[in-house]
């Protein structure tokens, strides 16, 4: 839910990157979650989203960014949604260089096109990229998780080594390079990587790609037992997915069932109930396995009766709390999504 009146906001943002970039807002293609951002930006510059999230940061709008669209509602359900922010007018290539095995787009450049573009020249994305999906490369280092069926599980973030990211501070800043040995200091490109859209908006992104022959997993991990546990309404399709990850490659148990069947409405609180027990049960299977047990989708309900990522803490939380006040301290970026509601 906004907390500020439409108007409000589109003529502020008016002001900041022009009439020209906005629209209203339109269930349900505009949808996060079961929030409607009354406001829709379309910038078409890497400075105009830089403008606009200066904007949002100093009116206190919550910022909601967008590519692809494949893994909008992924996370907890936003606190507020003030502005979705669509990038994509952004999706040009900028340089492939085959010599290099380096490629630099912007970041709705889709992730399909990317991978077909450096096959024809034999080569293949490095690390583990959703090539079949409809994602971009932004979304998907933002959302920076390996595919299901990845030979490793280091997914998207092995491969990037430069970014150029808005902050909402308003600015433009640049980490990494061309080349992959790139890092003096702390490796503050791949802190955005997996970050999902929580403390800045990749504006465009550098990706090692390397020959496709004899393509294995680069990972130092030897097995990754991975997969997809769903839970089916009444008439058969998807109500909820949930990714399961097994280090070790320890084989899923028979028990709890990898699809929950529903007799009951999904929008009953029976079914919901069930959800939970399911979901709980899985994560002390996986967690006995040093596994996670991630909400993939759900209704937005169930979402908020569960944490969506792993239901325990972090180790790392106090120190994830610093870089999110430091990089977004009035809370604009996809507020309330990510990992203990951050
Ligand atoms: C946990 C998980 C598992 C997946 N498993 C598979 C799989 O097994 N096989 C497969 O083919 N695909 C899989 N996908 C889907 C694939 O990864 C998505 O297509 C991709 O992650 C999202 O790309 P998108 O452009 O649609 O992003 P969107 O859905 O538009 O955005 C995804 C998230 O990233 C943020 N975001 C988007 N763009 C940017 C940006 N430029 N800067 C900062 N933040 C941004 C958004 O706010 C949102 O939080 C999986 C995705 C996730 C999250």
């Known amino acids: 839910m906004s907390l500020r009146e439409p108007p409000a906001v589109r003529e502020t943002l008016a002001r900041a990157i022009g009439a020209a970039r906005l629209r209203d807002g339109a269930a349900p293609r505009d949808l996060v979650d079961d929030l409607l951002p009354p406001v829709v930006a379309r910038p078409e510059s890497a400075g105009e989203v830089a403008e606009l999230l200066g904007c949002a940061a100093r009116e206190g709008f919550a910022v909601i960014p967008t590519a692809g669209?494949?893994?909008?509602?992924?996370?907890?359900?936003?606190e507020r949604a003030d502005v979705l922010l669509d990038l994509g007018a952004l999706a040009s290539l900028r340089e492939w260089s085959p010599r290099d095995g380096v490629l630099v787009a912007e970041p709705a450049l889709a992730v399909g096109d990317a991978e077909r573009l450096v096959a024809a020249d034999a080569q293949t994305l490095a690390g583990d990229w959703p090539v079949?999906?409809?994602g971009t490369l932004g979304g998907s280092a933002a959302a920076g998780r390996p595919p299901l069926d990845a030979l490793g599980p280091a997914g998207p973030r092995w491969s990037v080594i430069g970014v150029e990211v808005a902050l909402p501070d308003g600015t433009l800043r640049r980490h990494g390079a061309r080349v992959a040995k790139n890092v003096a200091g702390f490796d503050v490109t791949r802190l955005h990587v997996g970050a999902l859209g929580t403390l800045g908006v990749i504006t465009e992104i550098t990706?090692?790609?390397?020959?496709?022959?004899g393509r294995k997993s680069e990972t130092p991990f030897s097995e990754s037992n991975a997969f997809r546990a769903n839970v089916l309404g009444p008439d058969g399709t998807e109500v909820a997915a949930v990714e399961l990850r097994m280090p070790g490659g320890r084989l899923a148990p028979a028990e709890p069932p990898t699809t929950l069947c529903l007799d009951e409405p999904a929008?009953?609180?029976?079914?919901?109930d069930r959800f939970r027990a399911w979901l709980a049960r899985w994560r002390e299977v996986a967690s006995a396995a040093n596994g996670v047990a991630i909400v993939l989708a759900a209704p937005p309900s169930w979402k908020r009766d569960v944490d969506v990522w792993c239901g325990e803490p972090p180790a790392a939380l106090p120190l994830m709390r610093k870089l999110k006040a430091l990089y977004d301290p009035t809370r604009v970026l996809n507020p309330g999504r990510y990992v203990a509601g951050l």
Do not use: W
């Open 132 to 134: 079949r999906s409809t």
């Open 267 to 272: 929008d009953s609180a029976s079914a919901r």
């Open 207 to 213: 990706l090692r790609a390397r020959p496709r022959a």
């Open 69 to 78: 669209g494949t893994r909008r509602a992924f996370g907890n359900p936003p």
